[in-house]
């Protein structure tokens, strides 16, 4: 066994259990599309400050393909060591975990030896497996790091599961969370029904990672029916692609939705739509998605953070009109970014 749930610090279980933003760690490139360490270092810098209670490293925000460019090492080794350095309180730090079984185990193994105390497994390359093969695939990684369960979206290269998988996925003892992702209401309730129906809800915490429904999944409470009784279950924070921009602005708005819990303002309930339209943008929602990190990289690199929006792939950029959809949303929620709290940091977060 490698590293089981029971062995984490305390302070990172109640961390993640009592909810908290994650943002979904981007890649910083430089013009010739290498890693660029300064600034790579200096986005999770910010993300410390402004308050994120965790990092996800090695996820599809981060780019899939750091594994064929051999940076899967050397960027989760660059934020575990960051937030070693850098924040003054336990930092929840979550692995992305690719491929089939044997090439997750080994992500897990090199995670773990970088202090990471979870991987988010993505089972994409896992598509033409039946359910019983999943979830063997799930019960060998999760011999080697605590789990957090990944739904990710069939328009980004997720796969649609049942209710009874996540079930399943739930029963497995070294799960600790699953961020649903799968930007659809029927398919996140399936999460929620699975991890109740193990009786896991206590133990497994829910993430919202449906980009489109932020706030209202935030503040909105689910009730379940087990053995003709309803259970309530919340979604404890957010790991999210969006959270990799305008992040004090995200800390802030989590903590407004869990103050709000019994009597939600209205104005609160009328910011889901105003993050959902930036999310839109961002995300490039308009072309499928294809734009959406490039869309992130974009407001990154208007703050000075990021140099360029490039990634590793040459033919992933902003889509045609997408500019113009940043510039909207950045013009008409203002509000809603952080960036003078950027601009009063940034240049001690570049600092070597």
């Not at 760690?25 to 910010?46: I, V």
């Amino acid at each position: 066994m490698g590293l089981h749930r029971s062995a984490l610090p305390a302070p990172v279980i109640d961390t993640l259990r009592g909810g908290t933003v994650i943002p979904a760690h981007p890649l910083a490139l430089d013009a010739r599309r290498r890693l660029d360490p300064r600034r790579q270092r200096a986005l999770t810098r910010y993300y410390l400050d402004a308050g994120a209670g965790g990092l996800a490293v090695g996820v599809h925000t981060t780019q899939f393909a750091i594994r064929q460019a051999g940076l899967y090492e050397p960027v989760l080794q660059s934020a575990a060591q960051t937030a070693a350095e850098w924040a003054d309180r336990p930092i929840v730090l979550i692995a992305g975990l690719c491929g089939t079984t044997a090439q997750a185990i080994a992500e897990a193994r090199c995670a773990v030896g970088f202090g990471y105390h979870a991987g988010l497994l993505s089972l994409a390359a896992m598509r033409d497996a039946d359910e019983d093969a999943l979830i063997a695939h799930c019960a060998a990684v999760a011999q080697e790091i605590p789990l957090v369960g990944f739904y990710l979206q069939p328009a980004v290269g997720g796969l649609l599961l049942s209710a009874h998988f996540w079930a399943r996925f739930a029963a497995i003892d070294n799960v600790i969370a699953i961020k649903v992702a799968p930007f659809n209401r029927y398919r996140t309730l399936d999460v929620i029904r699975g991890v109740v129906e193990a009786g896991a809800e206590e133990r497994v915490a829910l993430y919202t990672g449906n980009d489109d429904h932020i706030v209202l999944d935030l503040l909105v409470p689910s009730v379940v029916m087990r053995e003709a009784r309803p259970v309530t279950v919340r979604f404890r924070g957010g790991l999210l692609g969006h959270w990799s921009v305008w992040v004090q602005s995200a800390v802030a708005l989590l903590e407004r939705c869990r103050a709000a819990e019994g009597t939600v303002p209205a104005e609160l309930l009328a910011l889901d739509s105003r993050v959902t339209d930036c999310n839109a943008a961002f995300f490039d929602v308009a072309n499928g998605f294809r734009g959406c990190i490039a869309g992130c990289h974009e407001v990154l690199r208007r703050q000075g953070l990021l140099e360029g929006i490039w990634c590793l792939d040459t033919e992933e950029g902003l889509s045609p009109g997408q500019f113009e959809e940043i510039d909207r949303v950045c013009r008409e929620h203002a509000d809603l970014a952080d960036d003078a709290f950027v601009q009063a940091n940034l240049a001690r977060w570049l600092d070597k």
